[in-house]
């Protein structure tokens, strides 16, 4: 039996110690020890930044308190083009604006990966040792975008508000707010960017709609869940 924490997991397995990456399986006591002589990352800082499997994309919570930081995967394993369902149904319990593992384990537990595509390709995936990736809620996509905008293309100012983002926001975008990501490798020619296009969130918006988050000019709407769309799985880790 084995528990995940920031980095790594706690087993009785001998780690590999580093001061910056906390791979491997560990020990409570070594894991302690860790900590103790500075041997155990800290939580991450810098959106962008590679951590956990993926890349840090911000936080969520409640309240404009934190409660998780939001790790975006690696676009090469992590992304991929599919429908959210084979047909315009309705998904039991799928419709949390903000629990994203439950959205996906609603949604794994009602069908097989040819009724959702989706949500079985983020459940699926194995990427940096993690295996707890998800397709992410409605407010958890949009602080990807928040944070990670891709491109310098003026926003749709119709939407964007988000009860769970931290802080919260309030009021609808600006043509300006967001800006183009500062993050070199997530601006639209860098390595790990978001596509300028239409990403699935995992929360159903009605029996026969999923909520979308437009990746270049951010307006938030829903399409058919049969319609073909891209999704990037995530990861939360507890703050």
Known sequence: MSNRYLGGVISATAPTTSNSVASGVWTLAQQLQAKATGNWPGPPTAIGQAFGGGFYAGQIGVSGVAT???????VA???????????NTATTGADSLIDGPQNTADMVADGNSTVYPCAHFCN??????FSDWYMPSKNELEVCYYN???????????????????PVR?????????AQTSVTDFKDTGAEDFATDNYWSSSEQSA??????N????????????DSRKVRAVRRIAV
């Open 208 to 213: 026969t709609a999923a909520w979308n988050q």
């Open 215 to 226: 990746f270049n000019y951010a307006l938030q709407k829903f399409n058919d869940k049969s």
């Open 77 to 87: 394993s992590a992304q991929s083009t599919l429908t959210w369902k084979n047909a």
């Open 170 to 178: 309030a009021s609808n975008y600006t043509a300006g707010d967001p």
């Open 68 to 74: 998780h930081y939001l790790i975006v995967g690696p």
């Open 148 to 166: 990670l905008k891709p491109a310098t293309t003026s926003n749709n100012t119709t939407t964007g508000t988000n009860a769970n983002s931290v």
């Open 124 to 129: 699926d995936l194995v990427i940096g040792g």
